[in-house]
């Protein structure tokens, strides 16, 4: 069967740019589960601006105005706003809203279809377990472990980190996160508790080398007294941060989590993702309108995703990079030194898909964080 497109994947960046590209051309979605946003594999934290890039309608589970950050020594910093900074969402209805958007503008949705290969001779020629297709361009939206990125030669990302969370039966309405860091709670990465109105999540991260999470997630849970209260979900999943290489080929395109499309401090890849979907979408109309599908032309999508996400993700890398590199005794310096209310004032201007920006206004008022390591903070600085 021939298409114009075939996307990989019916997570939210496929069905996103499923559902614009439809409007002109042939579009099928080859999904490998019986459904989008199962097994879900996110705690659902967005900015109100996700909401709006996804044109979704969903009533949120909870919404946020701040957070507590607890560090290692026990000292907690509140970031605060009046406004609604974050909202928690059910992520599997959301990505099952997004899939059903697609459908309604035409694309095709082929579950339990998985993709296992492609090979290109001006045309793709797309392998799946239930056989075989055709299509001028294949998207790659398959998420962490992408095999259309494997197939295209892309550089895997730098990292890995492995979470987990648990759903406990805790009814909590509060509009605030708490955020705990520190290498005894979660090394390399951080952990939660985010009341979610009739429950509660509680997960975290860690970095690759400090194996799976779940002995750090039983001493959090542990840690907060809540390891008796029942159990009613559990997710795990892997984030792939410091970006992939190329996201482009002869023939094909990466998005989202396939394309390292994620914020490296908060490990969040739904705002990167939608918002590269845009850049994807203006990309393929135009190389398909032209029938201009090789690598030369495609390489604009790079040029342009990078123009509008680069610079926070790569600064956001140099910020984990020495989150990262530094200890606990570090990290209560770190608090000792932005506990202040003028620079309290700016980090509760900041918001969470673009948290490196606050970083030159902190530095300059707080010239001392510049030892934590000065080459990567001059290098922030500086772009
Ligand atoms: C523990 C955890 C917590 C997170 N929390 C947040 C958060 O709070 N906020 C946030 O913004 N992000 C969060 N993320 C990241 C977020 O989940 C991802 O960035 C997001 O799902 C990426 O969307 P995507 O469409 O690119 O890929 P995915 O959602 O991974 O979708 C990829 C789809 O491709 C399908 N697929 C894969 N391979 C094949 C194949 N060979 N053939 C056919 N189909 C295939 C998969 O089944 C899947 O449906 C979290 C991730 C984890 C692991």
Redesign the pocket.
Known sequence: MKHDVII???????SAAAAMLSREWDVAV????DV?GLPI??????SPV?MKLAGSRQEPLNAFRGAYIHFPDGRRLSVMSPDVKAVVID?AAF?QELAEKARDAGANFLYK????GRRYDNYNHIHTDRGDMKCRLLVG???????VADDIGSRPPREWVR???VDIALPDGSDLVDIHIGRKVAPGFFAWRMPCGDFTRV?L?VAWEYGPPSSYLHNFLRKLGLEDIKVIAR?????PLGGRGRTYSDGALL????AGQ?KPV??????P?LTAVRCLVETANEALRLNKLNASYLKRYEKRWRGVLGRELGNGYRLRQIYTSIGDDEMNRVAEMVDRPDISEILNSGDIDHPSELAPHILRMAPGLLRLSPRLLMAMLMR
């Open positions: 990989v994947g019916g997570g939210p960046t496929g080859l999904e490998e589960h989008s594999q996110c705690t659902g934290l967005v996700v992520r990505d279809h998985r993709y296992l939206a398959d998420g962490q472990k992408s095999r979470g987990m969370q997960g991260c997710h795990s999943g892997k984030i998005v989202g989590d396939a994620v908060s490990g969040g890849g739904l705002q993702g």
